[in-house]
């Protein structure tokens, strides 16, 4: 219950109610309370304020809370090093404690008066009070405890035993002592906030902290770097981090813990991020994954983290240009990309999206670089996917998982068209000589190619695997047409190829014999009736012929020769003894083809050849343990023929016109195609568009090239520049 | 005021105006922009050329070959001998412009008629008054010199080719854009070592011009990677610069 008194005082009985609560505070602040009557006290200050003596008793308050503070502190000058922690914590707490008595004395003069008025309140005043007396009037009493401060962190940083709680405490009053005060006004209803401001303990600790700190660590790793290894480096300071994690956590106020870490990476890493950044070589090499994952870790928290990226790359290109002188490349190529990628699987985990991007970038980069710098690993890709194809004693499952490693290089390699060049080369080979163990996988690596690359890379390849199949029902289907009596005398198998799509030389035109030849006419005019609109060719160096022989005494034998030489054998049929220059007549053949032709067969013995004459006579006495015999000479085996010099040759050469011819054609329809959406586009993004497509897919496209097939294109008027504009291209409809 | 006609009836109009007179499709095109694509008009005005132009035709007749048809090469120097010009003086190839002949080394009886007509004389004497305001014309209005440069590239091109030779388009280069724009010595200099090109196409021969205009002595300003300028001047630019080829 509240009674408004309505007394008028006197200055002087202002004066006197003034003086009790002052002697009252006075004796507050001393902790002798019993004799008070808060009540009174209360009352007191109701009377002042309701008087309009508040702006008096205000004034005097704040002096008296001055003068109070200062007695309250008066112990902190005295106190040595090793209590001087703990009184100013207490000394801190005694203000407090005072403050909160005081402002519940005089809480109606704060209420109506101080709020009112927007003026300090009574806790702001302490606080402010204390702030200026422990640190900024006496400078002395300022660095005395800033340094007992930054003592106790550094003893703890060096194992020494402290008070984490008091010190805890000591950090957060800085903060608090700095406290601001906001009056809200709501309807006459006045309300006292206090918001934290913690600039005065940045300005005061956290700046030297942070200097302290950056010392002590520059020093404690520089000391440690000499003298461990980087290994054991590395685990000291992970230890190190944690210990620090958790000293932060416990007593250094929030918003410094983030500065604190980050000097010390900054002092243990960043620093010596060069130096830490060589022994990457050695963990990768013995593959010390764990040592490297606690790498990873700490460079992911610190600035240098490009840096561990870009080691990284240079050890991949390192390693990678060593294997390039063993003769194992690309198996070592393989293991290589394993190895890392399976590295990255265990460390990426450990950074953020940013970090894994980078990582998988930069190794994707390494390997890239090395793998296009010339068309070296391209070669050894196809060779070794032609020796897996042929390889009878792997199981089809096997063979894909091979396959699907070297097509984890593959996908790397830039000039795909090249590749596909020199594999179609290959394939053809395999298919021809039906050498390849399994037509499942081959059609299996056929699609993985058609995924990645689109179908116009692979669109050869498929026409090939097609015209053996239809190949084999027109045979069959033909073999059925043929009359049963015809069908004895000769079981003739006819591949047709579409001659585009296989990398098939043009073969010298030689006459058969009469006999073979009705056959061929035979076949070209089943083979026409059906399909009225193509052209047969005849190439007769990739056939072969077996051919049944009745000698002597009854022997008889069947030979496995090439076409022309079982024309030449079936001319002896008429005559028994020819030149060689009638042969090479008869045949339409040269030298050079006669005398391969001949040789094995001179060898063999079916053929007796007279030196002076230079003529050949049948040996009718021919005599061999086997009755089938493989006459048919290697050289016309279809590798030869594929390659265009007549030497032989273990690999293939790629054909650079027919690439180049090729790739300017397709750069040339996608700039039309291109242009044809956006209607226009200026030369900067046209190229990017070309070169995002083209480079996924088949090849890098060069600026100068590129600039060639626009210029034909305006030639040809697709496409013209814009007139004002000149760097935008419009499409010509 | 007809509405404009589209493509294939301007074509059409073209050839009918050609079976008035003999005149080539680039002055028909001409005569027709100016009468609004009225034939009528376009046709009245051709036969006000011949009436008026009987002095000019004597003076065509003068240069003529014997069957005096066209003005050949022996006629054009005689030409240019009489107004006191260089045969490689540019001033010759601003009036073939006017005149809008078609081929290089031939003049026409309706070159001639028209072209007078346009200039407002009637005869070579008078030609040769004029003769300094044509100058000072092509020296000093890059409007008129890019026209009469892109009109050259047509004047030279061989009707069944689509480029012109590199010797021909140096000349060109030489005679018309040398005087304004210093930096055309240095090209020259560059095509002399270039053996490969053969042939300069109209895009490239165009670009040329611009590349003058817009770039010209500061070759700072030239964009290698990411301009759109044609190889060709590419080339020059490496030539200039054999470091920036990365």
Sequence with gaps: MKKIIQENLSPDEAKTLWKYLDDACYLIAEHQTKQLSFQELYQHGYKLTLNKFGDFAYSQLQISIHNIVDKLIYSLNISNDDQLLNDFVKAYEEV????????????????????????????????????????????????????????????????????HFKLKNALQILIDINQEQQIKNKEYNYIIDY?????????FLERKLIQDSNRYFKEESQLNLNRMTIEEYILFVEKRYQNEVERVESYIPKISHQKVLDCFIKNYITYNAQYISQGLYDFIENEKTTIIIKIFQLFVKSEEFDLFIKTLSQIIIDDLQLLN??????????????????????????????????????????????????????????????????????RDEEKKIQIDKGFLIFKLVQSKDEFEQIYRKYLCVRLLDQTSSSLEVEKDLLKKLRLECGSVLTHKMETMFND?????????????????????????????????????????????????????????????????????????????????????????????????????????????????????????????????????????????????????????????????????????????????????????????????????????????????????????????????????????????????????????????????????????? | MRSKPNQAQEDIMIKDLQRVIQLNDLQAREILNQTQWNLQKATNYILDIQKSGIKIEEQFKKYATKQSLVIDENGISQFCKELEIDLMDPVILYISYIFKSETMGIYTKFDFLYGFTILKVQSTSELKKVLKRLKDDLNNNQEIQKSVYKYCFDFTKQKNRKDIELRFAQGLWETLLTNTFPIMKQFLKYQIQEKDQKHISRDTYYMVWEFCVQIGEDLSKYDYKNGAWPTFIDGFYLYMFPNHKQ
Aim: proline content about 1%; glycine content about 2%; some cysteine.
């Design chain 1, 195 to 203: 918001r934290i401001n913690d600039d005065f303990y940045k300005y």
């Design chain 1, 325 to 394: 002188q063993n003769d194992n490349t690309l198996q070592g190529f393989i293991k290589l990309y394993e190895k890392i990628f399976s590295l990255y699987d265990k460390i990426v985990c450990y950074g953020n999206n940013e970090h894994q991007y980078k990582f998988h970038k930069a190794i994707k980069n390494a390997f890239e670089q090395v793998i296009n710098k010339d068309n070296f690993i391209m070669m050894e890709l196809n060779k070794y996917f032609d020796f897996l194809m042929k390889k009878e004693t792997l």
């Design chain 1, 96 to 163: 407090q404690q005072f403050s909160k008595l005081l402002a519940g004395i005089l809480l109606y003069m704060e209420k109506t008066y101080i709020l009112q008025k927007s003026l300090k309140t009574i806790k702001t005043i302490c606080n402010e009070s204390f702030k200026i007396k422990c640190f900024e009037k006496d400078q002395n009493l300022a660095t005395k405890l800033l340094n007992c401060f930054l003592t106790q962190i550094r003893n703890d940083r060096n194992s020494q035993v402290i008070e």
């Design chain 1, 468 to 733: 053996l199949q239809r190949s084999n029902e027109d045979s069959q289907k033909f073999r059925q047409k043929l009359s049963s009596n015809l069908r004895d005398t000769i079981d003739l198998d006819i591949l047709v190829l579409t001659s585009e799509q296989w990398p098939i030389e043009e073969s010298q035109p030689i006459v058969v014999h009469t006999e073979l030849f009705q056959w061929q006419q035979q076949f070209t005019q089943y083979y026409q009736s059906k399909n009225q609109k193509r052209k047969l060719t005849f190439n007769y160096g990739l056939g072969s012929v077996s051919l049944k022989a009745t000698f002597d005494s009854n022997c008889k034998k069947d030979f496995v020769c090439s076409v022309l030489q079982a024309t030449i054998l079936m001319h002896f049929n008429k005559q028994r003894v020819y030149k060689v220059d009638q042969l090479i007549k008869l045949t339409n053949t040269d030298q050079d083809i006669m005398q391969s032709e001949l040789e094995n067969l001179i060898l063999f013995k079916i053929l007796i050849q007279n030196e002076e004459e230079n003529s050949l006579q049948l040996n009718y006495k021919f005599q061999h343990r086997s009755y089938k015999i493989k006459v048919q000479p290697k050289k016309t085996q279809s590798w030869a023929i594929c390659s265009k010099s007549k030497t032989k040759q273990s690999e293939f050469q790629i054909n650079q016109k027919e690439i180049v011819l090729d790739r300017r054609v397709y750069l040339e329809s996608l700039i039309v195609r291109v242009l044809k959406t956006k209607k226009q586009l200026d030369h900067k993004d046209l190229f990017k568009y070309i070169d995002k497509d083209a480079k996924s897919r088949h090849f890098p496209v060069e600026i100068p090239f590129f600039k060639e097939c626009i210029e034909n294109l305006i030639q040809k008027e697709y496409l013209i520049r814009q007139e004002g504009q000149l760097d935008t291209y419009i499409y010509k409809a």
